[in-house]
Every structure is written in structure tokens, then in C-alpha cells.
């Protein structure tokens, strides 16, 4: 049975909506250089589910330049929050930076696109995070030599994440931070089963230990 209800939850989408996800960037071979940091949310081509990111938390040792450059769907400002929502084909945000010897934030995917899948999407959307040199001519600390992102997360037509770390070796890590929401469902039901059955349990070694008690004829007071 509760083999059954945990296959139950995860078929019905216990972990279907927002992710957050840690990133941190290991930027010590560039440490004192001037770049920019860039990130991107952009609908594929074709009917996208609405959905956005925000960008948390934003921590370095480097300094921002604080003058930001914003398209599309962005607002905000690094620290403490950018949002970028799906709404046109290029919605970015970037700034300039002068890099130290990390940098770290949270991303978080939200929105219908996760939360309820119309079902009728044709494409998805894309969350990408890069580093590029002063004038944009170079990314940096990348092997994506393609679109130059250190970054990646994809958005299926079902709400589905999957995350590519582009990252040059020992660089980059990008750890899934588990939404309190689902991981508390899961445990209450997990924690409901296991009580049922304690409880079950409990019966079967009460009954198999209670002799039975009768009630003789005899001993029953008469009536009159």
C-alpha cells in the first residue's frame, strides 16, 4: 500500500510545479575583470504557457555595476530581485560586473507553464544564465560555444525542468532546492499511511492477544 500511494503522488504531479534552484559560480581564473552577467527567459517558438523566473538572493564577492540593461518581460534589480516573465520573444536582463572569486543565486521557475499545463502548448520556454566578457564578444567559463550559456533550464510543454550545467570543469554547480509546498504533501501522506498501518497493526496484535470471554447460561442472573 504505500508503495502504491507513493507511485500514486509522484504519477499525479506531487512534484509537478515552481523549482528553485542554487547556483553558484566558481569565478577566481577571472577575478578583476570587467564582464557582465546576463540572464534570459524566452519562450520557444511556437504557443508557450505563461510562466517566469526570479532571481534571489544574489551574492559576491565581485561588485555590480548597478545600472542595468532590461528587455522584454524583466524588472527589477540584482540585489535583492529580478523577475522575468515569458511575455515577448527576448526578455533579459543584464548588468556590468566586476568579477571576484564567486557569485551565487537563486532561480526560481513559477507560473501556469508548471503549476497547470493547458495542454494545448506548443513549445515551452527557456531560463539561460551566462557570463560575457565587457563587450559582450566573448562568454566566459563556458562549454557551450554555441550560445555561449553557462546556465540552462528548459520548460516542457507539461511543466517538466530539465537543467544543463554548462559550466567549464569545477566551476559551476547547480543544486534543486525542494519547494516546501510538495515535500510537506508527500510527508503528511507518507506519515498518514504509516499511521494507518501502526494502527492496523495494533489491532491484529490486540485481538491475537485478548482471550475470548464468554457468557455462561448458567451464570446469568434469572429473571422474574
Known sequence: ???????????????????????VVNTGSISGQSGNVDFQFNPGCGLSDPAFV??????????????????GGATGTLPPLVTIHNTSGFNDYSDA????????????LD?????APSGTATAGSVFAFSLFNSDFSAALL????VNGVLVQADVDTWGK????????????????LPEPDSASLVMLALAGVALARIQKFQAIIFRATT??????????????
Open 1 to 23: 500500500m504505500l508503495r502504491t500511494l507513493i507511485v500514486f503522488l509522484f504519477a499525479t504531479g506531487v512534484q509537478a510545479g515552481p523549482i528553485t534552484y542554487s547556483v
Open 54 to 71: 526570479t532571481i534571489s538572493a544574489f551574492s559576491s564577492n565581485g561588485t555590480l555595476a548597478g545600472t542595468p540593461a532590461l528587455a
Open 142 to 145: 563556458t562549454t557551450d560555444t
Open 211 to 224: 482471550p475470548a470471554t464468554s457468557v455462561s447460561r448458567k451464570s446469568r442472573p434469572l429473571k422474574r
Open 111 to 115: 507560473g501556469a507553464a508548471l503549476t
Open 97 to 108: 560586473f566586476t568579477f571576484g572569486s564567486f557569485l551565487s543565486f537563486l532561480v526560481k
Open 161 to 176: 525542468v530539465t537543467i544543463t550545467n554548462f559550466g567549464a570543469p569545477g566551476t559551476t554547480s547547480v543544486t534543486a
